[in-house]
């Protein structure tokens, strides 16, 4: 049964930190082991980690192709592992998968932060009196804790991040399975494939987001904020709230409010602010061969900010993000503020030393939808864009008590002040998009209902399977001559391949005039 992520994105290290993935060569069962137990720790609410067998390392990188594990070594090993991992103290088992990759079987051992912790082991498993120690992850090493570490350890005791305990006022019924469909398509994890076979439950075990026995097995916040049918009625307040201010003094404002799961209102938000607020100017300069470009706002700044919200926020907190646009700056503010050792003193100062992390899972799906570059990068993401777009270097705020955490990002100095309002950017939007509503069915002979189901659920990139399955369609080729060509054709929909078409890897994904429909269709109503 497959993992609920990208293996190949996984071993290249591109959605999981270095420091969380140990690869083995062979099979090393103390040192694996221990550096299970570490993962499971989770000391820093990382969010646990991966060990690979059959892959060799070298200077923290994997040697490929892959030295892989003999067929008949692979049960031999989980046989051993099942029997180790019972002497690790609460007892924890990772989840083990063999899989193919270039050629070559591997074992993928996803070691996720554990829910009782903290867990100890022995420390030579050739003694029945060996003694017992705590491990934990100090970058990509596994070591024992120093002392002060070990009682920072042992204080952690049952602390789990809110994101990562179990519900236990729903049931796995809330789970919407098209919104776990579409985030595995989008990852591109095999799991997808197997879906159809699989119970809820196998399901939501597979990927994490549900944890109990069989009889009451009951599902993760984290699992309920990415995948509920209706996300707010769980957690009212996890929403974006974006308030255009038509003057400094925050007099006369309009707001749109994004809800839906965890990266359905993120995805929606980003594409407003990308498509409606931010802005680029060309400047020809005399005397000079190329023009000057920039924009009012860098978009990977406004986009890793946003994201650093939607990561680092509360979300046993009543209040929701908030987006503040105003003639000169946008504000983007979450609560509660940062975790020590974060003060205001040192966000003033640009010291940005994190090391624990509220949330410990969001970070990893935000991650796999690429929304994210992962921990300790959001904010030198932020000044790097910020410096090549020269633009002014951004405030971070808290106040002493850490209840909130604000990221302010000043406009361009070549751009005038002008009021933004709604109503301006639908003006705008409107004379540039060359399709309206009203000529949907005139020009594409579809429905409008039919052109916005199919662009709602391309605002991620997905197969056409995907999409054959929403619409109860089994003939590939009239359904895209019917659906797909017409809406390609217009330039709603794009290919993620486009110079092979055909491809078994093809998938679409709406385009900026896409978006621009569905916001314009949205201020219709």
Known sequence: MALPINIEELINGRTVEWERIEFRKGWNPERTLKTITAFANDFNNWGGGYVIIGIEEKDGKPVLPPAGIELNQIDKIQKELNSICRRIIPNYFPIVEPVDFQGRKILILWCPGGSVRPYKCPDNLSSKKSQYFYYIRRFSSTVKPKIEEEKELVSMSNQIPFDDRVNYRYSLKEFDLIAIKTFLNKIESDLEKEISNLSIEEIARKMNIAEGADENLLPKNVGLLFFAKEPQKIFPSAKIEIVIFKDNDGIEFEEKIFEGNLFEQTLNALSFLKNQIVKEKIIKREGKAEADRFFNYPYQALEEAVCNAVYHRGYDNDSPIEIRIFPERIDIISFPGPLPPLNKEKLAKYQFDVRKYRNRRIGEFLKELHLTEGRQTGIPTILKEIEKNNSPKPVFETDEERSYFKI??????????????????????????????????????????????????????????????????????????????????????????????????QKYVITEKGEKLLENEGRQQ
């Open 408 to 505: 302010v990002l000043f406009i361009h100095k070549e751009f005038e002040r002008n009021e933004v309002s709604l109503g301006q950017i639908t003006s705008q939007s409107d004379t540039k998009l060359g399709l309206t509503w009203d000529q949907v069915g005139t020009k594409l002979a579809l429905s409008w209902h039919q052109v916005r189901k199919i662009l709602n659920l391309c605002l991620t990139e997905v197969r056409i399977q995907y999409l054959m399955e929403q619409f109860g369609w089994k003939d590939r080729t009239k359904f895209r001559n019917k659906f797909i060509n017409p809406l390609l054709k217009h330039g709603l929909l794009q290919m993620t391949i486009p110079d092979k078409p055909n491809s078994s890897k």
